[in-house]
């Protein structure tokens, strides 16, 4: 290659970034319409706010090493003459690449753990109580009722309608109402999510709320938030009549995992009473069963279930033959 050709892919190296920037500049623009709206819960607004704060931070460096890279490709085309400089450590480099990284990570990881840590944290008192329930491949919601408390619940008693192995000999259940589809929550009041799966892991997922939860078999996971922005208000606002907040699964759970998914209104403190007084709590659904408590609710004997034994007698052998 001659000086000639150096100088030439120098320039164009500049010409390239030049476009390069432009083509990122018109993607943002573009593409930004197909991101999520603004967050419709309280501590949404926070993890959004990070999220800027990410994308500011890892902006600055990526625009800087693209310049410094065009520019020093076209300082430094190779000359006949010219020879590198060999350059193999300094102490005050690493220290500068290695201090500066760690304390804003620092800052990231600290902020979003004190968001996590607000949002997995105890429910207020006056949260209303939601138990989602997954299995493949859908959702279904148990809501508290009067009284604010979920019953006892044990796949143990699972059968027929009792779909959630809800104890219907604890009271606390009487007054609690499933529902299926689509469920609603009140804007403005904490929602206390409880998460119980029967069969795989499944992820409780809720985009516009920036909040997800895995649902794992075997034990309960929470979180809480607080809805901010009506369905119909968020209908306004991204200019779709048709717009809908939803519960995604957001773990490959199986062949239909994609269809997983359930609708979430927010309703207005007035509305969301109306629905909640169309619901059938499970003492209108769901007798009283006859089966003990579930903590003392009889274990499945393996043992019991054996396969049939082979035959082995002579008209056995004949019929084989």
């Known amino acids: 290659a001659t000086e000639k050709d150096n100088k030439t892919n120098g320039t164009l190296m500049l010409v390239f970034i030049l476009g390069f920037f432009i083509s990122i500049i018109w ?146 259940s009487l007054d609690d109402y499933m529902v299926k589809g689509e469920i609603h929550i009140p804007i403005g009041k904490p929602v206390a999510f409880k998460f119980r799966s029967r069969d795989v892991i499944h992820s409780a997922y809720f985009p516009h709320f920036r909040a997800q939860m895995n649902c794992v078999p075997g034990m309960t996971t929470m979180f809480h938030f607080t809805p901010t922005i009506t369905t119909a208000e968020m209908r306004t606002k991204t200019g779709n009549d048709k717009f809908d907040y939803i519960l995604l699964c957001n773990k490959i759970c199986g062949a239909a995992h994609y269809n997983m998914q359930l609708t979430i209104v927010v309703d207005k403190e007035e509305d969301y009473n109306k629905w909640v007084k169309e619901q059938k709590t499970l003492a209108e659904t769901l007798k009283p069963a006859d089966t003990p408590s579930a903590e003392n609710a009889a274990p499945v004997d393996s043992a019991a279930v054996k396969a049939p034994e082979a035959k082995t007698d002579s008209a056995a052998k004949v019929a084989m033959k």
């Open 27 to 172: 993607q943002i623009k573009e593409y930004s319409k197909f991101l999520l709206p603004e967050a419709a819960s309280v501590h949404g607004k926070e993890y959004d706010w990070l999220m800027n704060v990410n994308f500011i931070l890892i902006f600055i460096p990526f625009t800087l090493t693209h310049i410094f890279l065009a520019y020093f490709a076209y300082k430094y085309a190779g000359k006949k003459n010219t020879k590198a400089f060999f350059f193999s450590h300094s102490n005050k480099l690493e220290m500068i690449w290695t201090i500066i990284p760690a304390a804003v990570l620092t800052f990231i990881i600290s902020y979003g753990l004190k968001n996590w840590n607000d949002m997995t944290s105890v429910a207020p008192a006056e949260a209303t109580v939601v138990e989602l329930y997954a299995k493949q491949f859908d959702w279904t919601a148990r809501y508290s009722g009067t009284d604010n408390k979920l019953g006892e619940a044990n796949y143990r008693l699972i059968e027929g309608a009792n779909e959630l192995g809800v104890n219907m000999n604890d009271g606390a």
